[in-house]
């Protein structure tokens, strides 16, 4: 970890995250390593957030992936950076559609990832109220446990 905040002291705790760009890295870090490790990481966003919105039905996906995601003037630099956060907001999408589709198994997998990756994974938790206080406003319960028949249109 000699290019992070740690340098080679402290828990690595975005140990996931770095074992994802292992093979990219080669095992062996190198400064030219780390840019194309930059490089790859920080392009796969957009492709990941289109893709998802995508599976929503999100009308004019590529519109939207491009408006949200280039949406502030130093938001589009800080996927360039080789950041754990470009992961997260792929992570909190797919939370996202896990939420609507109630994939039960899904969004405890993506949790687990999410805390194993980021340690701004509390993010997630926010989602899961604003999507509990949704689905109590239009149906006066919070019924995650219905099965993936009612949910069909999603």
Not at 133 to 151: I, K, M
């Amino acid at each position: 970890m000699p290019f992070t905040v740690l340098g080679d002291e402290g828990p690595d705790h975005h140990w996931f995250w770095h074992l994802l760009l292992a093979p990219i890295s080669g095992g062996e870090l190198t400064l030219d390593r780390v840019r194309w490790v930059t490089v790859i990481a920080g392009a796969a966003v957009f492709p990941a957030v289109y893709g998802i919105l995508r599976l929503l039905h999100v009308p004019y996906a590529a519109l939207f992936t491009l408006i949200a995601l280039a949406a502030g003037f130093a938001l589009p630099f800080r996927y360039f950076m080789a950041r754990t956060q470009t992961l997260a907001i792929v992570l909190l999408l797919l939370a996202c559609v896990a939420l609507l589709r109630r994939w039960r198994l899904g969004l405890a997998v993506l949790a687990f990832i999410f805390m194993q990756a980021y340690h701004g994974a509390v993010a997630l938790g926010v989602i899961v109220a604003c999507f509990a206080a949704w689905d109590w406003v239009l149906n006066r319960r919070f019924d995650f446990w219905r099965s993936e028949e009612h949910t069909s249109e999603l």
